[in-house]
């Protein structure tokens, strides 16, 4: 272990210097540590949110699942530490195996342990979690009671689905309707089945829909098959996930040619199984997670030689014809190219989803903006007019004189989507979605309450966060009570009492009144602060010299190169196994939370820091402090590794 006094990160040979040489004189040494012969600061166990938790949108306990699978917090007696780190898992999330697949991480950015070499692979982990729950067939606990409430969901994709589970789980009865055959939203018909295998995201979907009381009303468009007014008579309140269904059209002239298509329908055509073979030069524009879906899928589906004018591709995404799967037989490659207006390093597009495109044969033009598309004499695209481009403002500027045509047979437009608000007007707030306000109502409309994509199209993690605090406000409003400021990191948080409550060691009951000597009572839980409503705890706050440098225990990936992904519809990723998804949590450094290192404990010059007795001590309470013997000297906070460790509570 590296010295305590160490701290600075040092690239070259991976040390931490807490102090920086020569800094052993202080000038503030008294009002730091000594006040005369006696101390005035003493260590106080301050629990606060990693930065992981505070950049996951669904803002699940990453920490505490974490700690789970690594073996460090242990399970209620009878329950597999398996089944606990998913119940702990989706307390928040509901689609675990879904998320450790293809969520873009943000999560992983915010990660301390990018500090001392590499993130925590907290996506691979979640992945084993998900999937190792379907497997063992883990299902969610019924409610208790009944409220008696209904609620209308309007769309069953990731955030109508979160909704549903969560108020489901409050006692309330749900509703969800979908204009498509089957629930998902773009689970289902936006991303292709090899990047959200079907059979676990239906396992995942029929697992809240075994929590009974939730009704599904497929193929029903609200504001066309139903009104809102008999929604608003029939249930207690409504709830709009209806995500963005409409692919904006490319905006320049030719742009409405009839094999110009949007990458929201193409890819909805190959997923529900009308669209089997594309065209010969597929063209598509964008540089996000569609188009990266669009071209992937392009370059599986090929093309046929012979096509016939009825059979064309784009007949099959505008809903004319279903291709027979038989062509498929017969399918060669198709010349597949992606155009962005950002650099390579800027599309928005995970990176490794381009690198896997590229690998897969796409080629792709990048910082190059679309100018027209050429038309032939029978009024179809043939080609694509392009120039590289400056973003000057955040607006495409062409460099002239650099024009270039790519040729094309199909043209998909993947640069942004909107709501689809069509007899739903009512609800537009001018820009094609639905305002929300912090608490997730619709403004001025009583009742009516809002998540995900149609609030601003972003992520599954976003739409599942949204839509768990959206449930919440819903149970608040049902109950009758006023909305409570949210807090100020509205994750959810690991709970100390709960903890305590679950191994029957919660504090006595009290009555409620001022007393003094306290410190042996046993109805506080003593010397312990909880912060993680309003505090993220940063790398700085932590002693990073603890941990020794130690890879990232990575995914592999099956990417088919060049032709062999003709017909390729096979899961890329690799799962970790349970050996490896246990030494990936290992990496974790428990940012804001004890993880029993026993620093403090080794440290203290003066034996004041002690190990609570095994059969009083959880997660979170493994050490307390004998204050007589305590003078205030910080070596305990300095040591310890997780930055649980504050000096307070003096004068
Ligand atoms: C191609 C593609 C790839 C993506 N890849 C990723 C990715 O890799 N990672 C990631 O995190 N995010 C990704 N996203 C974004 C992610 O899919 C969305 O952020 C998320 O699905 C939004 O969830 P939602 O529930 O708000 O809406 P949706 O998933 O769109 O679900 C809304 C549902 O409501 C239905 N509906 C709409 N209007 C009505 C109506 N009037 N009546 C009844 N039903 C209605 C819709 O048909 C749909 O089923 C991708 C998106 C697309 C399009
Ligand atoms: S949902 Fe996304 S952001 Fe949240 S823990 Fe999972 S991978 Fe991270
Ligand atoms: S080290 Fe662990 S607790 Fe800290 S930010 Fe990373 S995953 Fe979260």
Sequence with gaps: ??????????????????????????????????????????????????????????????????????????????????????????????????????????????????????????????????????????SFPVP?????????????????????YQLRRRGHRCTIHDDHEALGGMMRYGIPGYRTPRRFLDHEIDRILALGGIETRLNVRVGKDMRVADLEREYDAVLWTIGCQSGRPLPVPGGDAPNCVSGVKFLEAFNDGRLKFTAEKVVCIGGGDTSIDVVSVARRLGRIKRTNPKDRPEMAVHGFVAHDAAMAAVRTGADVTLTSLLGRQEMTAAENEVEDAMQEGVRIFDGVMPLEVILGEDGRARSLRMAKCDLIDGRPVMRKGTEFDIEADLVVSAIGQGGNLEGLEEFDNGRGLIDADAFYRVPDREGHFVAGDIIRPHLLTTAIGQASVAASCIDRYLSGGDQRKRPRVDVH???????????????????????????????????????????????????????????????????????????????????????????????????????????????????????????????????????????????????????????????
């Design 493 to 651: 948080h690991f709970s100390l009492l709960e903890k305590l409550r679950e191994q029957h060691l919660e504090p006595e009951e009290y009555e409620r009144r001022q007393e003094w000597g306290t410190c042996f009572s046993n109805y506080a839980i003593h010397n312990y602060e909880d912060r993680s409503a309003h505090e993220i705890v940063p790398a700085e706050e932590l002693f990073l010299g603890h941990f020794t440098y130690t890879p990232r225990h990575r995914r592999a990936e099956r990417v088919p190169q060049g032709d062999a992904v003709l017909g390729h519809f096979e899961e890329r990723i690799v799962p970790l196994d349970e050996d490896r998804a246990v030494a990936e949590a290992g990496r974790c450094m428990s940012c804001g939370l004890c993880f029993e290192c026993d620093n403090c404990v080794i440290y203290c010059p003066q034996d004041a820091v002690f190990r609570v007795k095994k059969n009083q001590g959880t997660t979170g309470r493994y050490v307390d402090t004998d204050y007589a013997r305590c003078i205030g000297c910080h070596i305990c906070a300095d040591v310890c590794p997780s930055g649980y460790i504050d000096m307070g509570m003096g004068e």
């Design 144 to 164: 208790e009671t009944e409220s008696g409430k209904g609620i209308a969901i309007i769309g069953g994709g990731p955030a109508g689905l979160t909704a549903a």
């Design 1 to 138: 272990m590296a010295t305590p006094w160490s701290k600075t990160y040092r690239e070259d040979n991976h040390t931490f210097r807490k102090f920086k040489e020569g800094e052993h004189r202080w000038s503030n040494w008294e009002s730091n540590i000594f006040d005369a012969d006696h101390s005035h600061k003493c260590p106080t166990y301050v629990q606060r949110t990693p930065p992981c938790q505070g950049s996951c949108p669904s803002g699940e306990d990453i920490r505490g699942w974490l700690q789970i699978v690594r073996g460090l917090e242990k399970p209620p007696q009878g329950m597999s530490w398996q089944e606990y780190a998913f119940r702990r898992l989706s307390e928040a999330n509901p689609f675990p195996s879904q998320m450790g697949r293809v969520c873009p991480a943000p999560c992983e950015d915010g990660c301390n342990r990018n500090e001392v070499e590499d993130f925590v692979g907290i996506n691979a982990v979640e992945q084993y979690i998900g999937d190792t729950a379907i497997g063992c067939d883990f």
